[in-house]
């Protein structure tokens, strides 16, 4: 069965009055940007996660809240937007599960691994780099996008014009996160001067209160951080990695990463995936370009 894209226009309305429950209920979530037509008589054969799902009734997503573009909360309303938020979404219409029976809950970098583990999440979605050190601990399906390291820095910055120039510079990123670990491992700048927090937001604070020099993570997280902050704040636009996104599953449920993989291919292949693409991320800027799925 395929996704469509359903009205926005005819359906906000309905669902807002829907959205009245406590922060982090299923209700509380229900006012998507992007809303999908949820799947009927869904079966993943063989996959113990999807079972304990249908049993207990509803999703539990994990993501990401402090990333403008892809995975944001909004502190007022408590709703979650952005382009990861959207394919979590998508995902979980044609595992049939209505907007309502989702609950997003946010985990730092650092924790991915063992909330999957421990079953505190069913899925991840949340700028999270696929690669062999991880897929020793949980799965992957995608890649859904591929982003790339960049730097971000004040406007008036002209003396850090990409990786080479941060000698001497202090850099900031987040605990247990792939960019961290590229600038410690290359030795980019001195390790003290590695400047390492939960969350990407409070690294573009220290940024915009001149107490670090640079901010380093992936190019799409970036734009949205500038495009917040328009005039203060710019990347300099030279990345220095490939940086394939992946919707992190439990290790040994592979029915469930075949399906999920099926489920992003065609999204891919009817449209829907730029759709979500030109209604998030896309609009701070950074052109898109369509992964391929990497089967496994």
Same mark, same amino acid.
């Given at each position: ?9 005819? /359906?906000? +309305? !309905? ?6 429950? #406590?922060?982090?209920?299923? =209700?509380? &979530?229900? %006012? ?57 979404? /998508?995902? +979980? !219409? ?6 309502? #029976?989702?609950?997003?809950? =946010?985990? &730092?970098? %650092? ?186």
């Amino acid at each position: 069965m395929r996704v469509r894209t359903l009205a926005a226009v005819l /359906l906000t +309305s !309905a669902l807002a009055l829907a959205a009245c429950g #406590k922060e982090g209920s299923p =209700t509380d &979530q229900a %006012a998507p940007a992007g809303l999908f037509e949820v799947a009927k008589d869904v079966k993943v054969e063989g996959s113990p996660t999807f079972e304990k799902v249908k049993a207990r009734g509803n999703l539990v997503i994990g993501v990401k809240e402090d990333q403008p573009g892809l995975g944001y909360k909004d502190p007022t309303t408590n709703k979650y937007s952005g382009f990861d938020i959207d394919i979590a979404r /998508l995902i +979980s !219409a044609k595992l049939g599960f209505d907007p309502e #029976k989702i609950q997003f809950k =946010t985990v &730092q970098s %650092a924790a991915r691994e063992q909330a999957l583990i421990n079953g505190d999440v069913d899925y991840y979605v949340g700028t999270y780099t696929i690669n062999a050190g991880r897929k020793e601990k949980v799965s992957f399906a995608g890649p859904y996008f591929v982003a790339g390291q960049d730097l971000l820095i004040k406007a008036d910055n002209t003396t850090i014009t990409g990786k080479d120039t941060l000698k001497g510079k202090k850099v900031c990123s987040v605990t247990g996160s792939t960019p961290a670990k590229r600038i410690k491992d290359e030795g980019l700048t001195e390790a003290a001067n590695v400047i390492e927090f939960q969350g990407y937001s409070q690294c573009v604070t220290k940024l915009l209160e001149g107490e670090v020099d640079a901010v380093t993570t992936d190019d799409a997280i970036l734009k949205g951080y500038a495009a917040a902050e328009e005039g203060k704040l710019k990347v300099v636009g030279k990345t220095f990695s490939s940086e394939p996104y992946g919707i992190g599953l439990p290790k040994e449920d592979k029915a469930l990463r075949d399906k999920v993989n099926d489920i992003l291919q065609a999204s891919l292949d009817d449209g829907t995936w730029q759709k979500i693409y030109e209604g998030t991320l896309g609009k701070s800027g950074s052109p898109a370009e369509k992964p391929k799925i990497d089967r496994y």
